[in-house]
């Protein structure tokens, strides 16, 4: 699995952006991140993911949370 920080998320809409580790920015949708109940992310967490090749590039197909939850500041990415 790779790693990076969530760039956006935006809560109502159910998706956002992932800032890998290398390369450019990776889909979420909700329904790809684990876990029971609502699904959301923060800006700034750091999660593990799973990513393929979609029609308008990479997407997400399994996001983790790390076990530690970091959140580093947002406006270093």
Known sequence: MEQGVVKWFNNAKGFGFIKPDE?????VHYKS???EGYKKL????????EAQL????MQATVVRRLPENVVVETLML
Do not use: C, L, R
Request: charged share 30%; aromatic share 10%; net charge negative.
């Open 23 to 27: 390369g450019g920015d990776v889909f």
């Open 54 to 57: 979609g029609p308008k590039g």
């Open 33 to 35: 991140i684990e876990g």
């Open 42 to 49: 923060k800006g700034g967490e750091i999660v593990e993911y």
